[in-house]
């Protein structure tokens, strides 16, 4: 399997539904700290968020996403059980798959091979991670941006990794994020 299909069966087997993060947040924080970034988690009320940050100067480059879910319902419609990756016809099936854990392991991922190969590189690269989204989004990417506001710290582009579509996969573009 590739790297990115592990760390999102790994994301998958954690069922967090919002805003439980079920220890997603500290399996990426532990990967990236591994890697040279400086991890910090940012509790508001029952929702953890995670700042990992590579760099300490220039322009910020914000990778953004979430860990947690919504319910599964009842188990017994699922074709196999939620909280556990499986392949079926080249898909993979699970609670969070396409939304959105397989997008933040591809953004971890990212991360660790671009720290590795440019250590010194100009500029700071960061991934922001909530358990909120799915919910009532209040104590995720909204207080987050408060606590950034409060202290200073700059964001000069975030990319959202949230797999929003129309019509067909890749079809939509968004400015802008609830919250932010």
Do not use: Y
């Amino acid at each position: 399997m590739s790297d990115i299909l592990d760390l999102t069966c790994e994301l998958i087997r954690r069922a967090s539904v919002t805003p439980d993060d079920a220890g997603c947040q500290a399996l990426l924080g532990e990967r990236l700290a591994r890697c040279g970034f400086t991890i910090e988690n940012l509790r508001f009320g029952d929702v953890d968020n995670l700042w990992a940050t590579h760099g300490s100067s220039g322009p910020v480059l914000v990778l953004l996403g979430h860990t947690d879910v919504v319910p599964s319902g009842p188990e017994d419609r699922w074709s196999s059980p939620p909280f556990e990756p499986t392949i079926r016809e080249g898909h993979l099936h699970g609670r969070g798959a396409a939304d959105m854990k397989s997008g933040v392991a591809a953004m971890t991922l990212a991360l660790e091979s671009f720290v590795t190969q440019n250590p010194d590189h100009a500029g700071t690269v960061a991934l922001l991670v909530t358990s909120d989204e799915e919910g009532a989004s209040i104590d995720g990417v909204k207080r987050v941006v408060e606590e950034f506001r409060r202290r200073g710290q700059r964001v000069d582009w975030c990319l959202v990794g949230e797999p929003s579509s129309q019509a067909v996969l890749g079809d939509l573009i968004r400015v802008g994020r609830r919250g932010s």
